[in-house]
């Protein structure tokens, strides 16, 4: 008896993105625009429980990549499953359960991260924002969830990353000991 191969978890065939580039007034008349190709006809299946890593090159599509997957961009063609089923053109309410399900990490950890919000009102945003926890018992779930990963609900990113390595620079002592700003504070 053969078994059943399982249906994978999330799985993208012949996935495209290009976005238009400005050219010149002829060129477009003309018909001779070339969009940028952003991610070309990429086809692939995680299946449950499996982690995927993605590498390239700066400018390679990685991001755009995850924006897609996340419904944060509308691919120019290709298909998105997630449990058998397409999940393009299904309304914003379809793409919001989705993004609850999909995590993407995104290189720029300070395009992720608000500097401005402690951990605890980033952590407590989330559960607002995908209505996951009642407005009464968010603060309770704060403190569970940073208990579990041993980090201060009220430390603000900076701080936590700081107190964590102290070889890590925050982005104040980068930006305090850069030469331009020695030279324009003298």
Not at 12 to 31: D, I, N, Y
Not at 87 to 97: F, K, N, T
Not at 137 to 148: P, Y
Request: aromatic fraction near 2%; hydrophobic fraction near 35%.
């Amino acid at each position: 008896m053969v078994p059943l191969l399982e249906t994978p978890l999330l799985e993208t065939v012949a996935l495209t993105k290009h976005f238009p580039q400005p050219g010149s007034l002829l060129r477009r008349l003309r018909g001779q625009e070339q969009p940028l190709v952003a991610v070309e006809d990429v086809s692939l299946s995680i299946q449950r429980g499996e982690t995927l890593g993605l590498v390239g090159e700066s400018g390679s599509g990685k991001s755009t990549f995850g924006r897609l997957l996340l419904q944060l961009e509308k691919p120019t063609s290709g298909d998105i499953l997630f449990e058998g089923r397409s999940v393009l053109g299904r309304g914003e309410r379809s793409a919001r359960e989705l993004r609850k399900r999909i995590q993407v990490i995104f290189q720029d950890p300070y395009s992720s991260l608000n500097p401005t919000m402690t951990v605890r009102q980033m952590l407590e945003e989330v559960l607002h924002v995908h209505a996951i926890v009642p407005k009464e018992a968010r603060a309770a779930r704060v403190r569970t969830s940073s208990a579990v990963v041993s980090v201060s609900g009220s430390a603000s990113p900076a701080r936590s990353r700081s107190s964590r390595s102290s070889s890590l620079p925050t982005r104040r002592s980068r930006r305090s000991t850069s030469p331009c700003r020695r030279r324009c504070s003298t």
